[in-house]
Nanobody, 127 residues
Framework: QVQLVESGGRLAQAGGSLRLSCAAS????????MGWFRQAPGKEREFVAA????????YYADSMKGRFTISRDNAKNTVYLQMNSLKPEDTAVYYC????????????????????WGQGTQVTVSS
């Protein structure tokens, strides 16, 4: 079992930046691809970004490319989401997810590929 705890969400101004963190605990010795998803009120959960177990491969939703950066520090069992040039439409609950993998370079954009989820952290962007 893996437990994920997100942090860093808060109220931010449009055009500003936030960095979200996701700390993993438990059975972290296994390989995990990591991802960020978000869900705005009244909308479906959507994929934001993903990173491979090794950290060498990343993948972003089109609307996040160039603004968001996902990274990980395996020594700290933590994954990050740096969000720049924030827009009001980025307002959502952001969820961290971990997917068991045996492939160091695989990234996953489907929620079905992930096995563990955090509770989420609220990001609100004001205009």
């Amino acid at each position: 079992q893996v437990q994920l705890v997100e942090s860093g969400g808060r109220l931010a101004q449009a055009g500003g930046s936030l960095r979200l963190s996701c700390a993993a605990s438990g059975r972290t010795s296994s390989g995990y691809a990591m991802g960020w998803f978000r869900q705005a009120p009244g909308k479906e959960r959507e994929f934001v970004a993903a990173i491979s177990w090794s950290g060498r491969s990343t993948y972003y939703a089109d609307s996040m490319k160039g603004r968001f950066t996902i990274s990980r520090d395996n020594a700290k069992n933590t994954v990050y989401l740096q969000m720049n040039s924030l827009k009001p439409e980025d307002t959502a609950v952001y969820y961290c997810a971990a997917g068991v993998t045996y492939y160091t370079s695989s990234v996953y954009y489907s929620a079905d590929e992930y096995d563990y989820w955090g509770q989420g952290t609220q990001v609100t962007v004001s205009s």
